[in-house]
């Protein structure tokens, strides 16, 4: 056997395998078709339709403002900015940790950050808030982090942030909608995930 074959098939078994490494994720893609490009400004759009994401109130408080489904025709929402904890030639990809910033001025925040926060008498029900803080990917900042994964043949959004390699469980839940009593739709960690698409503003 010649002396070269091992080393061969190491170097062909490591580049098979770094191919496959979840790191070299695709690429998610917008409604034309291209690329998501960070830092850039995107309509959230409703698979099924219903108007976009904007901001809400909670009715016990003031702050932070609630991320909301408001089924408004014709309207595409808020834009947002996704940025990924480790962006690659600027481009978004799937299963990536990433925040979700817009530069909507608001009473509650000059800048808004996407967070999961928690609310009422039951400290396990969560919700899609402001009030996050960009960047800095640690233990202390896993509320921030959120995700975009494949779903079906569009897309959904998931908090289930990687950014911490403590040992305590890290929730792990699609993104859904909770409808309030004003019949207005909440984002809120949930079974059922909420299938969306990617508009460029």
């Known amino acids: 056997m010649s002396p070269l074959l091992p080393a061969l098939l ?11 490494s979840p790191s070299a994720s695709e690429e998610v893609r917008d409604v034309t078709g291209k690329k998501l490009l960070s830092g850039t ?4 759009v409703p698979v ?3 108007g976009g994401l904007g901001f809400g109130r909670d009715e016990h408080s003031e702050c932070p403002l609630h991320v909301v489904n408001r089924k408004i025709d014709g309207w595409d929402g808020v ?7 480790n962006p690659k030639k600027g481009m978004v990809r799937v299963s990536t940790d990433l925040n979700v910033k817009s530069d909507t001025d608001t009473s509650c925040d000059p800048m808004v950050v996407w967070k999961i926060s928690s609310f009422g008498h039951n400290v396990n029900h ?4 402001t009030g996050g803080s960009e960047g800095n990917p640690s233990c202390g900042t896993l509320d921030n982090w959120f995700k975009i994964e494949k779903y079906e043949d569009d897309y ?3 908090y289930c942030p ?3 390699k403590s040992r305590k ?3 792990c839940q699609n993104i859904g909608i909770e409808v309030n009593d004003d019949g207005e739709g909440l984002l809120a960690l949930s079974s059922k995930p909420f299938k969306v698409k990617f508009k460029k503003v």
């Open 79 to 85: 834009p947002v900015q996704f940025l990924p904890v």
């Open 48 to 50: 099924n339709g219903g």
């Open 169 to 171: 469980k890290i929730i």
């Open 41 to 44: 400004n995107y309509y959230i």
């Open 126 to 129: 969560y919700f899609v808030t």
């Open 10 to 20: 190491i170097l062909i078994f490591t580049i098979s395998t770094t191919h496959a």
């Open 162 to 164: 990687s950014v911490c």
């Open 156 to 158: 959904k959004l998931m």
